[in-house]
């Protein structure tokens, strides 16, 4: 089958052919690709900063956001039949250990990561499990939602425990809406009656987020003024959340400034370092917050909601062969929404 590998580290990837997987195991499960994401984090990968936490040999077969068909199954799945459509949760996880358990698969003891170090879904078949597949509704088509397997999870997973603690009349600032942001904001909207503030430094980002529903937009630029014009739509107390799908250039220690008094700052996005003098912690209780991808719950929660037409995904399409094409436009900017090769 055709794949395509990372060969070497600052290096650009290559078309190859590689034996198609195979059943070794009951649980196992191989699906047909459909359509595979993107990622950023792919172009990370290629710069080599994943090499030493992946510990991934090369060459292998990147692409983490994976949706298909079910082409072959170990005796012992059940549940789901050759020919259904499916999105997979990004890692292949265990099911014994204690996170695992805990229905917390991103922490499970014993996972891989498809994509990241093993083979992933830039390919005509990925092998998982069936802990890992979710069955789409009919009117879901896998190349509509293949990359919210981890791009919309992360903004769901993020959004989701936020949303958990606000109230209708609590605010929620947004800073990002890009690819992830943008899910975020049809989240909330979709899940929460707080009030949506959403700040990008893109004007179109902006008028997308106000048609996906973000009550007020605030354009972000370098001086970090957007403080001043998000905290008095807060009445000047500032927003119960903060969802950072940026946490570059600055965009932490200001945002931090429009959380009120025992807010919870969610970080996503990554890049830059957090530095708040510990007596501003203790003394405002607030509290800073991680979110690493999400559960096999969270994504079943995110497919109820993009079936009932409540998140919808932006995306371009390009072949399996045109990967490069893919990798460039990305690097570039120049991808509207999310981009996905279809094999
Ligand atoms: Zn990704
Ligand atoms: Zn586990």
């Given at each position: 089958?055709?794949?395509?590998?990372?060969?070497?580290?600052?290096?650009?990837?290559?078309?190859?052919?590689?034996?198609?997987?195979?059943?070794?195991?009951?649980?196992?499960?191989?699906v047909k690709i459909g359509a595979a994401g993107v990622c950023r984090t792919d172009i990370h990968i290629l710069e080599g900063q994943w090499?030493?936490?992946?510990?991934?040999?090369?060459?292998?077969?990147?692409?983490?956001?994976?949706?298909?068909?079910?082409?072959?199954?170990?005796?012992?799945?059940?549940?789901?039949?050759?020919?259904?459509?499916?999105?997979?949760?990004?890692?292949?996880?265990?099911?014994?250990?204690?996170?695992?358990?805990?229905?917390?698969?991103?922490?499970?003891?014993?996972?891989?990561?498809?994509?990241?170090?093993?083979?992933?879904?830039?390919?005509?078949?990925?092998?998982?499990?069936?802990?890992?597949?979710?069955?789409?509704?009919?009117?879901?088509?896998?190349?509509?939602?293949?990359?919210?397997?981890?791009?919309?999870?992360?903004?769901?997973?993020?959004?989701?425990k936020a949303a958990k603690l606000l109230r209708p009349s609590e605010f929620c600032v947004i800073i990002g809406a890009g690819g992830l942001g943008h899910i975020g904001i049809q989240v909330m909207k979709a899940i929460s009656g707080?009030?949506?503030?959403?700040?990008?430094?893109?004007?179109?980002?902006?008028?997308?987020?106000?048609?996906?529903?973000?009550?007020?937009?605030?354009?972000?630029?370098?001086?970090?003024?957007?403080?001043?014009?998000?905290?008095?739509?807060?009445?000047?107390?500032?927003?119960?959340?903060?969802?950072?799908?940026?946490?570059?250039?600055?965009?932490?220690?200001?945002?931090?400034?429009?959380?009120?008094?025992?807010?919870?700052?969610?970080?996503?996005?990554?890049?830059?370092?957090?530095?708040?003098?510990?007596?501003?912690?203790?003394?405002?209780?607030?509290?800073?917050?991680?979110?690493?991808?999400?559960?096999?719950?969270?994504?079943?929660?995110?497919?109820?909601?993009?079936?009932?037409?409540?998140?919808?995904?932006?995306?371009?399409?390009?072949?399996?062969?045109?990967?490069?094409?893919?990798?460039?436009?990305?690097?570039?900017?120049?991808?509207?929404?999310?981009?996905?090769?279809?094999?």
């Amino acid at each position: 089958m055709k794949v395509v590998r990372v060969v070497e580290y600052h290096q650009n990837l290559q078309l190859d052919e590689a034996p198609e997987p195979k059943i070794t195991s009951p649980l196992d499960v191989i699906v047909k690709i459909g359509a595979a994401g993107v990622c950023r984090t792919d172009i990370h990968i290629l710069e080599g900063q994943w090499a030493d936490k992946s510990g991934v040999k090369l060459p292998y077969t990147i692409g983490h956001e994976n949706a298909g068909w079910v082409h072959a199954k170990g005796d012992a799945v059940t549940g789901i039949e050759v020919g259904d459509a499916v999105i997979l949760h990004p890692l292949v996880t265990c099911g014994f250990c204690r996170a695992c358990r805990f229905g917390d698969d991103v922490h499970c003891e014993n996972s891989t990561f498809p994509g990241i170090n093993v083979d992933g879904g830039y390919a005509e078949y990925l092998k998982t499990t069936a802990r890992s597949v979710i069955k789409l509704d009919p009117k879901l088509k896998p190349a509509d939602v293949a990359a919210l397997a981890d791009a919309g999870l992360t903004a769901y997973h993020a959004a989701m425990k936020a949303a958990k603690l606000l109230r209708p009349s609590e605010f929620c600032v947004i800073i990002g809406a890009g690819g992830l942001g943008h899910i975020g904001i049809q989240v909330m909207k979709a899940i929460s009656g707080a009030t949506l503030i959403v700040i990008d430094r893109n004007t179109a980002a902006l008028d997308l987020a106000k048609q996906l529903g973000a009550d007020h937009i605030v354009q972000a630029d370098d001086s970090g003024s957007f403080v001043e014009k998000v905290l008095p739509l807060t009445q000047n107390k500032g927003a119960e959340a903060v969802l950072d799908f940026v946490a570059e250039s600055g965009a932490t220690a200001t945002g931090i400034k429009m959380l009120r008094r025992a807010g919870n700052y969610y970080v996503v996005g990554y890049g830059e370092n957090i530095n708040i003098p510990t007596i501003d912690m203790i003394s405002t209780e607030i509290n800073i917050i991680g979110n690493l991808v999400g559960s096999y719950n969270d994504l079943v929660e995110l497919m109820a909601l993009a079936e009932q037409g409540k998140v919808k995904l932006h995306t371009t399409e390009y072949k399996l062969e045109d990967f490069q094409r893919a990798i460039d436009d990305l690097s570039n900017g120049k991808v509207r929404g999310r981009a996905i090769l279809v094999p």
